[in-house]
Structures are given as C-alpha cells and as structure tokens.
C-alpha cells in the first residue's frame, strides 16, 4: 500500500507537470496564431493602401476627367479594407476562443483523469465519466454557440460596407442612364 500511494503520488506529480506543459504550449500557441494574424493584416492593410494611393496618382495624372471614378474606386477599396478589419477581428476572436476551450478542455480531462484514479469502486468510475461528459458537451455547446453569434454578426457588420458601396454604384448607374 506504501508503494500504490508513492506511485500514485509520483503519477500525480507527472500529470502536473504535463498539464503545465500543457498549459504552456497552448499558451503559446494562442500568442502566436494572435501575432501571426496581427502581422498578416497589418501587411494587407499597407499594401492595400499603398495600391490604392498608386492607383489614386496614376488616375489624377492619365486624366483630370476621371477624378470621380478613381475616388469611387478608391471609396471600394476602403470599404473593402473595412469588411477585412471586421473579419480578421472576428478571426482572432474566434481562434481565442478555440484556444480557450482547448486549455479549459485540458484542464477538465486532468482532473478528471485524478478524480479517476482516485475511484474504488465501478460506480465512482461511472459516476466521473458521466459528469465528464456532461461537463464536456455542455462546453462546447456553449463554446460553438458564442463562435456561431460571433460569425453572423461579423458577417453582417463585413457584408455592410461592400453592400452601401453597390448600392451607390446601382444609384450613379441608373442616374446617368436616366441623363
């Protein structure tokens, strides 16, 4: 019995370490799907603009006349820039998320793995692993649920800019047609 409860002590103390680890390496991994995002749309966002502002200079320089359309053009690049804002946010939001289910996830399974190991009987097992599970979909119900809110209201607030800018080319279309 000395040497289960060593073993036992020695295999506590090895899952602590793992879920350390663990909690490390998800850690990690949040910090760099987050920094990679953020510089990938940094990125976008200045090539973005530097394109638009070449495109805006070498349309005033071909011809004077044309002002309106590049203004046009670049009001669609910006709106364009705007619906990707909202998704890159909702993406990192989203993988934040994931992330935090995933850490959370693991740390539910370390405890239960302890609560398992410390059962005597059938019925303690049973017991653990029902509340495991019940614990586990009742997580990611909640978790796909906020993930799901979060999708539709990040494609609505994306979908609004490209949506007002059609709508206004619509406008000029039919006023110059009606002229």
């Known amino acids: 019995m000395n040497t289960s409860k060593k073993n036992q002590t020695k295999f506590t103390k090895s899952l602590d370490e793992a879920v350390a680890v663990g909690k490390e390496t998800v850690e990690a991994a949040v910090k760099a799907g987050t920094d990679a995002a953020t510089e990938n749309y940094e990125k976008a966002v200045a090539a973005t603009r530097d394109q638009v502002e070449a495109a805006v200079k070498a349309g005033a320089d071909a011809a004077k006349g044309y002002e309106d359309i590049v203004g046009f053009s670049k009001d669609n690049v910006d709106a364009a820039v705007k619906s990707a804002t909202v998704l890159t946010d909702a993406a990192q939001n989203i993988n934040k998320i994931w992330f935090g289910y995933a850490q959370s996830s ?20 049973a017991d653990v692993q029902t509340g495991l599970a019940k614990k586990k979909y009742d997580s990611l119900a909640c978790e796909s649920r906020k993930i799901s809110e979060l999708t539709v209201s990040a494609g609505e607030k994306a979908a609004a800019p490209i949506s007002s800018r059609i709508n206004l080319a619509i406008e000029k279309f039919n006023k110059q047609a009606a002229a």
Do not use: R
């Open 106 to 125: 693991l740390e539910v399974n370390m405890a239960a793995t302890k609560a398992l190991f410390a059962c005597k009987t059938f019925q303690e097992v």
